[in-house]
T-cell receptor, first 113, second 115 residues
Framework: DGGITQSPKYLFRKEGQNVTLSCEQN?????MYWYRQDPGQGLRLIYY???????QKGDIAEGYSVSREKKESFPLTVTSAQKNPTAFYLC????????????FGQGTRLTVV | AQSVTQLDSQVPVFEEAPVELRCNYS??????LFWYVQYPNQGLQLLLK??????LVESINGFEAEFNKSQTSFHLRKPSVHISDTAEYFC?????????????FGQGTELSVKP
């Protein structure tokens, strides 16, 4: 089945540690996105990539980094510079062009203690 | 910059009652519009979308939304809700001129259907 896989589903880390969230898609989509979800704030765009080896900052990129070395993979690293990293993180992909919907993974809930 | 406003953060309603979830977007340029649904601790699923043509679009589970360009709105409606419709609903917009292909979301509306 085609889809997007995020792993792990739950992740716990100590404050000050970097952590990488995985996102893999086999939909052959060009564009991939990372969103952060907090209660009452909807989905906020962290980074997006429209093509391999290229990506752009979203609205809340500070404290995060990404890479896009392969079309099917778009990992997100939450660095120690992110002041409040505890949140639900969603990865999405979309075929290039604006008239298509995005497909979402099941999310990773990150808790920093 | 494009933005989306969902006017109600929570909507409680009794089963079999009608419901409307409101969504307004900021831009006057042509857009594509989407409604997504999210069940607890899951990702988002597309409910329906407006690309062009008829301003009234329908989903397979009884929801419908109407695109109103003059009011820059895309409200979601269902004439009779079920307990299983309890979820969070997100409105999203994409600029047809492809602002980097970004998909901008509203803050979400939590629909709670009570028996």
């Amino acid at each position: 089945d085609g889809g997007i896989t995020q792993s792990p589903k739950y992740l716990f880390r100590k404050e000050g540690q970097n952590v990488t969230l995985s996102c893999e898609q086999n939909l052959n989509h060009d564009a991939m996105y990372w969103y952060r979800q907090d209660p009452g704030q909807g989905l906020r765009l962290i980074y997006y990539s429209q093509i391999v080896n290229d990506f752009q900052k979203g609205d809340i990129a500070e404290g995060y980094s990404v890479s896009r070395e392969k079309k099917e993979s778009f990992p997100l690293t939450v660095t120690s510079a992110q002041k409040n990293p505890t949140a639900f993180y969603l990865c999405a992909s979309r075929q290039q062009g604006t008239d298509t919907e995005a497909f979402f993974g099941q999310g990773t809930r990150l808790t920093v203690v | 910059a494009q933005s989306v406003t969902q006017l109600d953060s929570q909507v409680p309603v009794f089963e079999e009652a009608p419901v409307e979830l409101r969504c307004n977007y900021s831009s006057s340029v042509s857009v594509y519009l989407f409604w997504y649904v999210q069940y607890p601790n899951q990702g988002l699923q597309l409910l329906l979308k407006y690309l062009s043509g008829s301003t009234l679009v329908e989903s397979i589970n009884g929801f419908e939304a109407e695109f109103n360009k003059s009011q820059t709105s895309f409200h979601l409606r269902k004439p009779s809700v079920h307990i299983s419709d309890t979820a969070e609903y997100f409105c999203a917009v994409s600029d047809i001129y492809n602002q980097g292909g970004k998909l901008i979301f509203g803050q979400g509306t939590e629909l709670s259907v009570k028996p």
